[in-house]
């Protein structure tokens, strides 16, 4: 059973704090995936990693970094957090290749709240 | 850019009836189709798929159709359940090396009642 973790389930920072959220996955995949989610706007993808410390831009990377030490664990980073970044942010980790479906296994969440 | 729309955002219907959520894509190139589904306080899961070689696919009481040529598939509930209350999103991407990026649609409330 692939198993995504994050480090918090509820956070709540200040302006201008730097944030670091975590996702743990713990079946050897390449693939990682930090998405944040907004009611009336679904998921958006803000960055990915296709390897150790490979990343790639998604559609809204602006005030966001990301880093990928390691194969099993992907960070977010909020340099300078901001109220515009209240929001539910969600890692995923999805197998690769054609061997079955591209199901992306999403971990619990994240509720930052910036204040 | 690439982008979905879903519709409707909300829908509410009474147990048993079907349910029928929408999406349109703008890539052509777009290959795979998953929905997935997030209930209250829940992560989202993959509840069906269907890739662009295929027109339909059915899994016990929900279904997918796909039409390529006008860029849009559909989520199909048939005899629904209280249970089936959730928020479903659908999502359109295409293969891209090893890994897929998925555009997602903004999501639909659906609300089921006894």
């Known amino acids: 059973d692939v198993k995504v973790t994050q480090s918090s389930r509820y956070l709540v920072k200040r302006t201008g704090e730097k944030v670091f959220l975590e996702c743990v996955q713990d079946?050897?995949?390449?693939?990682m995936f930090w998405y944040r989610q907004d009611p009336g706007l679904g998921l958006r993808l803000i960055y990915f990693?296709?390897?150790?410390?490979?990343?790639e831009k998604g559609d809204i990377p602006e005030g966001y970094s990301v880093s990928r030490e390691k194969k099993e664990r992907f960070s977010l980073i909020l340099e300078s957090a901001s109220t515009n970044q209240t929001s539910m942010y969600l890692c995923?980790?999805?197998?690769?290749?054609?061997?079955?479906?591209?199901?992306?296994?999403f971990g619990p969440g994240t509720r930052l709240t910036v204040t | 850019g690439e982008n979905v729309e879903q519709h409707p955002s909300t829908l509410s219907v009474q147990e048993g009836d079907s349910a029928v959520i929408k999406c349109t894509y703008s890539?052509?190139?777009?290959?795979?189709f998953p929905w997935y589904k997030q209930e209250l306080g829940k992560r989202p899961q993959l509840i069906i798929d269907?890739?662009?070689?295929?027109g339909e696919k059915k899994d016990q009481r929900i279904a997918v159709t796909l039409n390529k040529t006008a860029k849009h598939f559909s989520l199909h509930i048939t005899e629904t359940q209280p249970e089936d209350s959730a928020v479903y999103f659908c999502?359109?991407?295409?293969?891209?090396?090893?890994?897929?990026?998925?555009?997602f649609g903004a999501g639909t409330r659906l609300a089921v009642h006894p």
């Open positions: 995923a980790s999805p197998p690769v290749g054609e061997s079955g479906t591209y199901e992306q296994y």
């Open positions: 079946m050897d995949h390449e693939n």
């Open positions: 990693s296709y390897d150790v410390k490979m990343k």
């Open positions: 890539d052509s190139a777009s290959n795979y």
């Open positions: 269907i890739r662009s070689n295929v």
């Open positions: 999502a359109a991407s295409r293969s891209s090396g090893g890994y897929n990026k998925l555009i």
